[in-house]
């Protein structure tokens, strides 16, 4: 269908192309680049007399500078080096709701009160709590 449209449309402006001459000048696409042809441009809201292109191709190129590149050992944010499995625990209860973090918390006799960023703290201090019990244990085979 779409295709359909497109062709009789393309016959349409193959039979009248004077008509798209006049859209291109009356939008400003085909004017001649030497001026001769800016009384033909048309913007909206804005009287023909007051459209002025004088000096547009003296206009300097404006370069940018790039930013100074900002040293990694200065940089304020933290780092975490961890393997795949330390950045599953680190990042696994942002993805939790509120009533998820509480219910985990309750399971391990934890508060269950305070805004979000204070239950994955207390969620991450238990685990590393429990970690370092893990690592005091002595094991005999």
Not at 11 to 37: W, Y
Request: glycine share 4%; hydrophobic share 35%.
């Amino acid at each position: 269908m779409v295709t359909h449209v497109v062709a009789s449309a393309l016959k349409r402006l193959n039979a009248q192309p004077e008509m798209v001459k006049k859209a291109f000048l009356n939008c400003g696409i085909s004017v001649r680049p030497d001026g001769t042809e800016d009384w033909l441009i048309r913007i909206k809201d804005i009287p023909s007399d007051q459209i002025d292109f004088t000096g547009w191709e003296e206009a300097e190129e404006v370069i940018v500078k790039d930013d100074d590149p900002v040293d990694p050992l200065c940089d304020d944010e933290e780092f975490l080096v961890a393997d795949d499995d330390e950045l599953l625990l680190h990042t696994q209860y942002h993805e939790e709701v509120i009533k998820q973090l509480q219910e985990r918390l309750r399971r391990r006799g934890l508060r269950v009160s305070g805004k979000k960023a204070d239950l994955i703290q207390r969620l991450r201090d238990d685990n590393n709590s429990q970690k370092c019990r893990e690592g005091d244990t002595i094991y005999i085979s």
